[in-house]
């Protein structure tokens, strides 16, 4: 199993972005797939997740509205639209997979390698 996040960089505040999370040697149908960020100095925080079965979503309470989750089945992909970005938004964002995880979780099984997202005014 392997998950490939892109699609950070560096965005303006009111700006957007959006990110992708690849899968590969698994289909990520089957799999809850969640979004994280950290930020320098602060712990890991749940984004967003998905789930494989029924297409469920989560936001964080801090990000609803500014965030989208979708899955592309036929490319094994996840997407994270994030729109008004701020200054506060800045972090290494990470996605994962978990075959069962509480959508607050952190604790995932699989776990790709982050990408930055750095908002400047």
């Known amino acids: 199993v392997q998950l490939q996040a892109s699609g950070g960089g560096p965005v303006q505040t009111g700006g957007s972005v959006r990110l992708s999370c690849a899968g590969s040697g698994f289909t990520s149908d089957g799999y809850v797939i969640g979004w994280f960020r950290q930020a320098p100095g602060k712990e890991r925080e749940v984004v967003s997740c998905?789930?494989?079965?029924?297409?469920?979503?989560y936001y964080a309470d801090s990000l609803k509205g500014r965030v989208t989750i979708s899955r592309d089945s036929a490319k094994n992909t996840v997407y994270l639209q994030m729109n008004s970005l701020e200054v506060e938004d800045t972090a290494v964002y990470s996605c994962a997979a978990a075959r069962r995880v509480e959508v607050t979780s952190t604790q995932y099984d699989y776990w790709g390698q982050g990408t930055q997202v750095t908002v400047s005014s």
């Open positions: 998905i789930r494989g079965s029924g297409g469920n979503t």
